[in-house]
């Protein structure tokens, strides 16, 4: 059952991945399963709910579109990451890191603490 699980695991990841926004009642009708099973699967291979662990997912892709693909539009990037507007996306945002993505993807990358020159 487990490999099954590691299986389906690295199935909900790539699916994550690809279109981000990606609930876990719309994963499960892609992988023939109940939403339950998701988040259970997510859970035992993160230690998180899948909330948590979708939301985690989601951001590090809109930072990685921001800072890879200047010519995508911060629309075209909130609305793949699954915000409605550009507006939520904005909101949630700055939330989450304290600047708007504009200011984020032209703000120089943060330096690792060891980091030497």
């Known amino acids: 059952m487990a490999y099954a699980q590691d299986g389906l695991f690295a199935s909900i ?3 994550k991945a690809a279109s981000p926004g990606l609930s876990a009642k719309e994963l499960a009708l892609n992988h023939g399963c109940c939403r339950q099973t998701i988040s259970t699967v997510v859970r035992k291979q993160t230690g998180t709910s899948f909330r948590h662990w979708s939301a985690t997912c989601r951001w590090d ?3 990685t579109l921001l800072r890879d693909r200047p010519s995508m539009s ?3 990037i909130g609305s793949h990451v699954g915000f409605s507007t550009v507006q ?3 909101h949630a945002f700055r939330r989450r890191f304290g600047l708007s993505p504009g200011r984020f993807r032209t703000a120089p990358p943060p330096v690792a603490p060891n980091a030497t020159a």
């Open 74 to 76: 911060i629309t075209s």
């Open 13 to 15: 990841q790539a699916a």
């Open 88 to 90: 939520a996306f904005d």
């Open 61 to 63: 892709v809109a930072v």
